[in-house]
């Protein structure tokens, strides 16, 4: 079977494994996501790492195909090679990186980058932008996520915004804060601690005579658990929430029901001696992320709770029944099971194309993820 | 940077994390695998799933293009395209591949299946081959690897190998076992029951007037480790000693100087408050298998044995000193690390191209690996 070309097939004419999207639940999730911002007034710069799809992002910013943040400067690129605007490439800044970001701000009217070291703010002072155009810089602020970002208690940040602010070649445009920690403590109380960490960055700005355009905050959970204290900020960035998965149900972000992407499988063989069911989903169709928090191993089986998959090997999954003892004449050879994944953006990441269903749960589009760097 | 159009370049001059390939090392790790088959009169399978690329299985055939096992459809296709025979689809048949399978059969001289159901065994019974063909089939057999295969116990088998043997329709080429144990038990041990077990096995089939042309077993680690008992075999089908990993090394199939594949990842950000650096690599440049195994995180970093990968995002690794203290001055924003993956299989899938390294450091081929079903 051709990977593209099976629009209008049902997913039993589809080989498996396969990335499956709901339309439908996608449309759902961006639509929410936008009434969230809308509530607060909120501008939604749209996280794009977990499809890393053109059709993605059209339905995340609405139609408009403006404002959106990624993680590689390969999904900058292929997003303004498909008329994208007003893009971060919002991760730490190296010097390496200056040429492929000076080439996206020469072609699109908003391209930002985001520093959080002095190294990456020197290499913007000293090194001049595109002909007639300015450099745009976001600080990165850490305010208890604990992975990039300056810590917003230290003053390292505030000489940093001082230093882009003052440049005649550089637009600062403001803070960008990401929620990582509201993955671990809780939701609420992180949304609310980040909020109020990086509105005392931006009073202590204000005193040095710098304003900030943009003040921003993400991650998924606290932007679907939104709260009132948000008007304090100007815009949200989360990503994972046009799939949604497992790890977001734990978290109290969606309902299973929710999920937008799930993978097909097949069965391909029984074992009775040893009551195990084998699927030709392995950690190419999956990743091993999750195991240990779901009781029912690497994934969720939809429409069949009792199920657990219980190992992966490259192309192949174990499964067993969380009764011990496992119906196999419900299951047979070549039957198809729908995984919901732990972590949707590991497992979207391993497959070239999705297949996006539509009301009949037919093949309506097919859409191809960009990778690599 | 274009992905491709890198030949010559130093690994400065590339985007990271970029996979990148000693081609020497590769070369020796497949004359060493063909040394061992040599010695005991077998001959070599060389299972493909580990690098999917064509460079890869002209490395491990010789350059005969002559004898692979692979795990997918899509592997099969892309080296029936690139002018491979004597292939075996070494995957639990189902009947929904039959079409593509016979589309193989039809353009290939030697086209192998492999079954270990009745399902699959009636599926190739009931199913005429293209014109002038017959269907070509292995046996799974499970002497304890617990993953695919006919429990070797149980006459279950014995029934399908006559069945396949008695139709005129087929071709039944003998035994295939895989002994995924010896990832979990001693090697040796491992490696000698499998062999008893299959030869047990073979006699009895023997008694039933059944003989088998090819008897063969698998797994790096046995293969690394050959012994005298393999007399007894046909031939040997590895696959992940052409890169090999850090998980082959823990098991006593190779040094860590032996490992054929790496991880190049650039310091993106240094966070003193907290004692630890970001490199940009995450779970899409390496994946998160191997954790808890090793007491360096993640990966093993090549050259610093006293960085610890503690932590990954998708785009993003968080590295601390074994000693509690990062010399930060020694990993300057922009350094390149490189690091040494836990399963190479896995680390390898993530990556759309492998830079091949030649004596002089520089990229001397670029691979383009397979992938999909």
Tied chains: 1, 2.
């Excluded at 909120?42 to 995340?60: D, E, F, N, P, S």
């Excluded at 992407?261 to 069965?267: D, F, K």
């Excluded at 063989?269 to 989903?281: E, S, T, V």
């Excluded at 999954?317 to 198809?336: H, Q």
Aim: proline fraction near 5%.
């Amino acid at each position: 079977m051709s990977r593209f070309g099976n629009i209008g097939k049902g997913v039993e004419e589809l080989t498996t494994p396969c990335f499956l999207v709901d339309l439908e639940k996608v449309k759902t999730n961006c639509y929410k996501m936008q009434e969230n911002c809308n509530m607060y007034g909120l501008k939604l710069r749209a996280q794009t790492k977990t499809h890393k799809t053109v059709q993605g992002c059209i339905l995340q910013t609405g139609g408009t195909k403006k404002g959106l943040v990624c993680s590689t400067l390969d999904e900058a690129e292929y997003y303004a090679d498909a008329g994208f605007e007003d893009i971060l490439y919002g991760y730490p800044l190296i010097p390496f990186h200056l040429p492929r970001v000076a080439a996206l701000v020469k072609r699109l009217a908003e391209f930002h980058v985001m520093v959080d070291s002095h190294t990456a703010v020197e290499s913007l002072l000293n090194t001049l932008p595109p002909k007639g155009h300015k450099w745009s810089a976001f600080l990165k602020v850490d305010c208890g996520g604990a992975r990039e970002g300056v810590w917003w208690e230290s003053d390292k940040g505030i000489e940093m915004a001082e230093a882009l602010n003052k440049s005649p070649n550089i637009k600062f445009m403001g803070l960008y804060v990401h929620c990582g920690n509201s993955y671990v403590k809780n939701v609420e109380e992180t949304r609310d601690e980040s909020i109020d960490r990086v509105e005392d960055f931006v009073s202590r700005l204000e005193k040095r005579g710098v304003t900030c355009p943009t003040v921003g905050i993400g991650s998924t959970p606290t932007c679907r658990q939104p709260g009132p204290k948000m008007k304090k900020l100007t815009e949200l960035h989360p990503g994972n929430y046009a799939f949604l998965d497992v790890q977001q149900n734990t978290l109290g972000s969606c309902t299973l029901e929710e999920i937008a992407g799930c993978v097909a499988t097949r069965v391909i063989g029984h074992y009775p001696h040893r009551n195990q069911m084998l699927i030709d989903c392995g950690f190419t169709g999956l990743t091993k992320q999750g195991f240990g928090n779901m009781k029912t191993g690497y994934g969720v089986f939809k429409d069949n709770p009792n199920l657990s998959l219980c190992k992966m090997t490259q192309e192949i999954g174990t499964v067993e029944d969380l009764s011990g003892k496992l119906d196999f004449g419900k299951y047979p050879i070549g039957a198809i099971l729908y995984i919901l994944p732990w972590h949707s953006c590991a497992t979207a990441a391993m497959y070239p194309v999705y297949y996006v269903l539509g009301k009949d749960e037919r093949v309506a589009e097919e859409w191809k993820p960009t990778r690599g760097w």
